[in-house]
């Protein structure tokens, strides 16, 4: 209840603006509040912008996101129904 849009971020990484003055997981440097920090709710990890760490781990993520569309699950065994992935006319 009154949390759906929340829904497709569950989980994953996302763009926030802090609302408390806090400090970048990777280099330490400082977050002001109202920056926005690339936040990670898995290991409540926050990367600032301003920095550039929240930009690297964006692409980290994207990254990480594509390989596991293109070969999560494969050397698990077959119980596994992947996901529709985009056709992106690579087959
Ligand atoms: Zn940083």
């Known amino acids: 209840m009154g949390y759906g849009r929340f829904s497709k ?13 806090t400090k970048c997981d990777k280099c330490g440097k400082p977050i002001a509040k109202g920056e926005q920090a690339f936040y990670y709710p ?8 301003a920095c ?7 692409q980290d993520f994207r990254n990480m996101a594509e390989q ?16 529709l992935v985009p056709d ?4």
């Open 52 to 58: 550039g760490c929240g930009e690297a781990a964006r």
């Open 9 to 21: 971020f569950v989980g994953d990484p996302h763009w926030i603006l802090v609302r408390w003055p």
């Open 68 to 83: 596991e569309e293109f070969c999560g699950n494969a050397s698990g065994g077959g119980d596994y129904e992947p996901e």
């Open 42 to 49: 898995h290991g409540k990890k926050m990367y600032g912008k």
């Open 88 to 91: 992106d006319g690579n087959w």
